[in-house]
């Protein structure tokens, strides 16, 4: 079997922990196994075709996205289905989706207007602001006052913003491996939190329970579901497909067992 994984570039040197070790047990048991940086490589729609039994896209860039389309086109296996892909790559779709069938989701706002915005967090209390297809915490801010509101440094007229849940300072986050569930916490770090090794927790009953049926609304198998414990509650802030791993004993060897007999199924 040929498995080939999409990576994300971290710079020289770094050897993703968990990865690392997926891909020796995948090759231990006679699979295929390449790896690479997507923005390296120039590719041909005309010429690009499908050479592997399965593709793990484990980098969220944007020319992963663009890669994982072609796969789709072409009728690839991916290990998360593409529409799936596609609803986490954007936060209105998915927690709309999550919220509409009961899951607790923060209340959520767009609009392209500031003094709207204002008109809103007058009303609700303090937002976060977030962009709406945004990657490892980039570009999230707490806004409090009108002040904060002018302050925001936005690339486009779109605003997205939930109401903030405040926490006790360290995310909660849910991976899943088909129907396992694990948890691990860390504190929460805009652009960086997604490099730090986690701290592993006991899951609770209503955090799996939680992670199980957001995954299958989205359509997701190998996915991590970001949650804050508040004063009123458990609440879902973020969903990403196939995410670090970090901090949880064992878990490469579940991933590549399910990776493996994934990929078997479909060969």
């Known amino acids: 079997m040929r498995i080939c994984f999409f990576m994300e570039n971290r710079g020289p040197g770094y050897v993703h922990p968990v990865m690392s070790k997926v891909f020796d047990t995948l090759r231990d048991r006679g699979c295929t196994v390449d790896h690479f940086f997507p923005e390296d490589r120039v590719f041909s729609q005309d010429d690009f075709s499908i050479e592997y039994d399965l593709y793990v896209l484990k980098s969220s860039s944007p020319m992963t996205y663009q890669l994982g389309a072609m796969i789709s086109t072409l009728g690839g296996r991916m290990i998360n289905d593409f529409k799936a892909i596609q609803r986490i790559k954007n936060k209105v779709e998915v927690n709309k989706l999550l919220a509409d069938r009961g899951l607790p989701v923060p209340d959520s706002y767009l609009t392209g207007d500031r003094e709207l915005l204002k008109q809103a967090l007058a009303e609700k209390g303090p937002l976060i602001v977030k962009p709406y297809d945004g990657r490892h915490g980039l570009g999230v801010s707490i806004v409090r006052s009108a002040d904060d509101v002018d302050a925001l440094d936005l690339d486009n007229g779109e605003i997205y913003a939930q109401a903030f849940k405040p926490g006790d300072g360290y995310d909660r986050k849910v991976y899943v491996v088909g129907d ?28 799996r329970d939680l992670a199980l049926r957001g995954g299958e609304i989205v359509g997701l198998k190998i996915y991590g579901i970001d949650m804050i414990e508040s004063e009123d509650g458990l609440w879902i802030i973020d969903v990403n497909g196939f995410p670090g791993f970090k901090g949880l004993p064992g878990i490469a060897q579940e991933l590549s067992e399910y990776l493996y007999d994934y990929a078997r199924a479909g060969a």
């Open 180 to 207: 396992r569930a694990y948890a691990s916490k860390k504190s929460f770090a805009a652009g960086e939190s997604f490099l730090k090794d986690a701290e592993h927790m006991e899951i609770s009953p209503e955090m």
